[in-house]
T-cell receptor, first 114, second 112 residues
Framework: GENVEQHPSTLSVQEGDSAVIKCTYS??????FPWYKQELGKGPQLIID?????GEKKDQRIAVTLNKTAKHFSLHITETQPEDSAVYFC?????????????FGKGTMLLVSP | DAMVIQNPRYQVTQFGKPVTLSCSQT?????MYWYQQKSSQAPKLLFH???????NEADTPDNFQSRRPNTSFCFLDIRSPGLGDAAMYLC???????????FGDGTRLSIL
C-alpha cells in the first residue's frame, strides 16, 4: 500500500517568515495531492491541491510544488501570520484506481509567533 | 453555505452503551466517508459509501457500522464502545471518489 512521510512534525516560525512542509510518497501511481489545514477543534479544511500533470500551483500566500520523479511534494506558506498556526496534513490519492482512498501524512504542527 | 454538518459536536457515552453519530450534507455529493482521528494523529478511514454502495476498510472493527438512508445523511453506529474508541469522528464528502473531500468539524466522543 501507499506510504506517506511528512516532515517536520513541528515547525515554529516568526510572523512574516516562510514555512515549508515536505511529503514523500511511495506509489508512483498516485496522481492527486491535497493539503489540509486543521485548526484546534475543527475538521480538516482543504487549502490547496495539485494533480500530477502540474509541477506547481499557487493561491495567494500558499503554493504547492510536486516532483513526480522524486515522489515528493511540498507546501510553501509565505508571509506567515498567527492565524496560519494549525496542523497541516498532506495526502495522496490514485485517481485512476476505481477504489482508492486518501492516504494521509502524520501531520505538521505549525506555530507562528507574533 | 453548502456544508457538511456533524451532530452532536461532543458526545459522552458509557462503556458498552451503543452510540450513534450523525452527518448531513447539503453538497449533494455521491460519496460520504467516516474517519476516526485520535489525538495528534492523522484521520483514519473507517468506511465510505459511494451512493448506496458500502465499502468497509479491512481493519475497521466489527463494532463500527454505518447507515446511509438517503443522499444527505449518514450515520456511524458504535455497538459497544470501549475506552479505545474515544476519539474525534470526522465525516467527509466528495462529489465522486476522485474528487476533493470536504470535512465536517467532527464529533468528539468520550467514553466513561
Amino acid at each position: 500500500g501507499e506510504n506517506v512521510e511528512q516532515h517536520p512534525s513541528t515547525l515554529s516560525v516568526q510572523e512574516g517568515d516562510s514555512a515549508v512542509i515536505k511529503c514523500t510518497y511511495s506509489d508512483s501511481a498516485s496522481n492527486y495531492f491535497p493539503w489540509y489545514k486543521q485548526e484546534l477543534g475543527k475538521g480538516p479544511q482543504l487549502i490547496i491541491d495539485i494533480r500530477s500533470n502540474v509541477g506547481e500551483k499557487k493561491d495567494q500566500r500558499i503554493a504547492v510544488t510536486l516532483n513526480k520523479t522524486a515522489k515528493h511534494f511540498s507546501l510553501h506558506i509565505t508571509e506567515t501570520q498567527p492565524e496560519d498556526s494549525a496542523v497541516y496534513f498532506c495526502a495522496v490519492f490514485d485517481m485512476n484506481s476505481g477504489y482508492s482512498t486518501l492516504t494521509f501524512g502524520k501531520g505538521t504542527m505549525l506555530l507562528v509567533s507574533p | 453555505d453548502a456544508m457538511v454538518i456533524q451532530n452532536p459536536r461532543y458526545q459522552v457515552t458509557q462503556f458498552g452503551k451503543p452510540v450513534t453519530l450523525s452527518c448531513s450534507q447539503t453538497l449533494n455529493h455521491n460519496v460520504m466517508y467516516w474517519y476516526q482521528q485520535k489525538s495528534s494523529q492523522a484521520p483514519k478511514l473507517l468506511f465510505h459509501y459511494y451512493d448506496k454502495d458500502f465499502n468497509n476498510e479491512a481493519d475497521t472493527p466489527d463494532n463500527f457500522q454505518s447507515r446511509r438512508p438517503n443522499t444527505s445523511f449518514c450515520f456511524l453506529d458504535i455497538r459497544s464502545p470501549g475506552l479505545g474508541d474515544a476519539a474525534m469522528y470526522l465525516c467527509a464528502t466528495s462529489r465522486d471518489r476522485v474528487q476533493p473531500q470536504h470535512f465536517g468539524d467532527g464529533t468528539r466522543l468520550s467514553i466513561l
